[in-house]
């Protein structure tokens, strides 16, 4: 008990230390002041009128130097609203639909080279993965592959992610009342389906938006690619004054689905599901009122140029020649490695004096005493961050920075629950959590949330958002029919899970 009040004395002193400063040489001032006499203010004012130049040049300089501060500082970014996608109800899948999902792929795949399909060790471990995801049964699948025979068409694919696109986008636009027409830049990430035209000229036609618009289409950059493009979209509202910047995030899963024998390909079959996010950001003094947030940071970290940390997350032809995503044995290490990076990037930029004092010790310290120091001090970022989305990439990544960063079961309850309830849907999962979190009813104002997303590459990207009120869920969430039911006990169903897996082995 006495370690805990002295460390929160500690704190406390370090964090309010200017403050603390400030009182007695306030009083000091304040006593001196009050021993000034006529005198001392006549000698003041003859001083000044004797050396008007000086006194006129020095002014000048103030303004001037306030002036350019102004005009040149970017503008804030605000997140006027955000919209996540919901899938149609007959689009659902349980646990045991997606399994026969994998059959009738395989089985389709299998007839066409007339061989069995029914593997069952390739089964049993695909029946595996999936019973321990975290992922519970509604969670949404395409159209094309609840289809019998299930249809992998490009047809396929693009009627799937023009369904997300448009389907969060008119959601978007119906609660900000905001022509499409005003909005002045775009940007659309999707990894896996990048058609020609491509999606954002697709969003241009469906939408009608202006001919000078500033469209951007990023492929190929992963689950983090989500900040990825509220990065790229905030560097280009700093350049462009007074307009609207919307970012929509999603995945394509009928052409992500792997329907060969490796097994570290299989993994993802049993993690991704349909999703999708927009959003909308200004630069508009006058959106500050009815904005929910304002962007306070981004921080974006790459270690691609080691040869591990590129290969972990690729997509590659299997041995009989089918694509699918290969997850390498590194990829926790990467993880790990890059997301440190990251905080060690960030947390300068956000964590209280106190934190920041304990990490440069340590590190100082490590550093002169290699052998008795083995690990970097981790700060706490619960004294600078209130809400935390990291990435539902899987329970394992969950679980990782979990650990990693010290958080509390309620601080990744966002993560979990939106694992549970739509599965891995890529670079937009964060927005699912963030819209959890405002169902819940605890977002308050002045609130931060940081968002951590994880990516191939490899990436760790974050986003820091401050809530500029109150903010309570939009029309039309994806928690507003289901967020009474959660948190849901996601260990005792991972018991039953279990149990089913040997049941079936029986």
Known sequence: MTSVNVKLLYRYVLTNFFNLCLFPLTAFLAGKASRLTINDLHNFLSYLQHNLVTVTLLFAFTVFGLVLYIVTRPNPVYLVDYSCYLPPPHLKVSVSKVMDIFYQIRKADTS?????????????????????????????????????????????????????????????????????????????????????????????????????????????????????????????????????????????????????????????????????????????SGDRRRSKYKLVHTVRTHTGADDKSFRCVQQEDDESGKIGVCLSKDITNVAGTTLTKNIATLGPLILPLSEKFLFFATFVAKKLLKDKIKHYYVPDFKLAVDHFCIHAGGRAVIDELEKNLGLSPIEVEASRSTLHRFGNTSSSSIWYELAYIEAKGRMKKGNKAWQIALGSGFKCNSAVWVALRNVKASANSPWQHCIDRYPVKIDSDLSKSKTHVQNGRS
Request: glycine content about 8%; charged content about 20%; aromatic content about 6%.
């Open 112 to 284: 066409s080279r007339n061989v069995a399909c029914d593997d069952p060790s390739s089964l049993d471990f695909l029946r595996k993965i999936q019973e321990r995801s975290g992922l519970g049964d509604e969670t949404y699948s395409p159209e094309g592959l609840i289809h019998v025979p299930p249809r992998k068409t490009f047809a396929a694919s693009r009627e799937e992610t023009e369904k997300v696109i448009i389907g969060a986008l008119e959601n978007l636009f119906e609660n900000t009342k905001v022509n499409p027409r005003e909005i002045g830049i775009l940007v659309v990430n999707s990894s896996m389906f990048n058609p020609t035209p491509s999606l954002s000229a697709m969003v241009v036609n469906t939408f009608k938006l202006r001919s000078n618009i500033k469209s951007f289409n990023l492929g190929g950059m992963g689950c983090s690619a989500g900040v990825i493009a509220i990065d790229l979209a905030k560097d280009l509202l700093h350049v462009h004054k007074n307009t609207y910047a919307l970012v929509v995030s999603t995945e394509n899963i009928t052409q992500g689905i792997y329907a060969g024998e490796n097994r570290s390909m299989m993994v993802s079959n049993c993690l991704f599901r349909v999703g999708g996010a927009a959003i909308l950001l200004s630069n508009k």
